[in-house]
């Protein structure tokens, strides 16, 4: 069982939507929590981090934490087709990080 | 800054063939992370290094695989004989001391054939 797990989608939302993305991990030792952003043929990079419980949010997006229920979302509100990529959600621990699957979005317009 | 940079960008090869993938990683970061990318098993940590040494190499598949860093400006990721199965994106993240962030390079796309 991998330690973070992410449904990989695909997700198909039209332009002005709602996208509800979610993961669960297994270690409860994780401490940071971050969603990155993956284009087509580009490296991930980082969209939003969260340390422990709470919410986080940074323009259209929300980055929620329970950590009781070791439970990561990322929310995007009045989505965008430029929003349209892979979105993975990962934990560090130790210096280590770990990636879910990603799920594939696409905004359509 | 120029960022990370791998190479070669991407990496045609025959089965048996060794396979050496390079990276630099952002200047003045002392945490560099080899990650491999598939479709079915999305993006996997192969090998941690921390100031040059390996910290966990747990997730190197197999003895065809290794990985050196021989100073804090380049690493190497070599799969000697390759396989088709190692078909995949090669990605190479370095991150500074105390940052949360890992900056991934664009990865080297390997096709073993």
Same mark, same amino acid.
Request: charged letters at 20%; aromatic letters at 12%.
């Given at each position: 069982?991998?330690?973070v797990e992410q449904?990989?989608?695909?997700?198909s939302?039209?332009?002005?939507a709602?996208?509800?993305l979610?993961?669960?991990?297994?270690?409860?030792?994780?401490?940071?929590?971050?969603?990155?952003?993956?284009y087509?043929?580009?490296?991930?990079?980082?969209?939003?981090?969260?340390?422990?419980?709470?919410?986080?949010?940074?323009?259209?997006?929300?980055?929620?934490?329970? $950590?009781?229920? $070791?439970y990561?979302?990322?929310?995007?509100?009045?989505?965008?087709p430029?929003?349209?990529?892979?979105?993975?959600?990962?934990?560090?621990?130790?210096?280590?990080?770990?990636?879910?699957?990603?799920?594939?979005?696409?905004?359509?317009? | 800054?120029?960022?990370?940079?791998?190479?070669?960008?991407?990496?045609?090869?025959?089965?048996?063939?060794?396979?050496t993938?390079?990276? $630099?990683?952002?200047?003045?970061?002392?945490?560099?992370?080899?990650?491999?990318?598939?479709?079915?098993?999305?993006?996997e940590?192969?090998?941690?290094?921390?100031n040059?040494?390996?910290?966990?190499?747990?997730?190197?598949?197999?003895?065809?695989?290794?990985?050196?860093?021989?100073?804090?400006?380049?690493?190497?990721?070599?799969?000697?004989p390759?396989?088709?199965?190692?078909?995949?994106?090669?990605?190479?993240?370095?991150?500074?001391?105390?940052?949360?962030?890992?900056?991934?390079?664009?990865?080297?796309r390997?096709?073993?054939?």
């Amino acid at each position: 069982q991998k330690e973070v797990e992410q449904d990989p989608g695909p997700l198909s939302v039209p332009e002005g939507a709602i996208v509800s993305l979610n993961c669960t991990y297994s270690n409860s030792a994780f401490q940071y929590f971050m969603w990155y952003r993956q284009y087509s043929r580009k490296g991930p990079e980082l969209l939003m981090y969260t340390y422990s419980s709470g919410n986080k949010e940074d323009g259209r997006f929300t980055a929620q934490v329970d $950590k009781s229920s $070791k439970y990561i979302s990322l929310f995007i509100r009045d989505s965008q087709p430029s929003d349209s990529a892979t979105y993975l959600c990962a934990t560090s621990s130790w210096g280590k990080f770990q990636f879910g699957a990603g799920t594939q979005v696409v905004v359509t317009p | 800054d120029a960022g990370v940079i791998q190479s070669p960008r991407h990496e045609v090869t025959e089965m048996g063939q060794e396979v050496t993938l390079r990276c $630099k990683p952002i200047s003045g970061h002392n945490s560099l992370f080899w990650y491999r990318q598939t479709m079915m098993r999305g993006l996997e940590l192969l090998i941690y290094f921390n100031n040059n040494v390996p910290i966990d190499d747990s997730g190197m598949p197999e003895d065809r695989f290794s990985a050196k860093m021989p100073n804090a400006s380049f690493s190497t990721l070599k799969i000697q004989p390759s396989e088709p199965r190692d078909s995949a994106v090669y990605f190479c993240a370095s991150r500074g001391t105390g940052d949360t962030e890992a900056f991934f390079g664009q990865g080297t796309r390997l096709t073993v054939v």
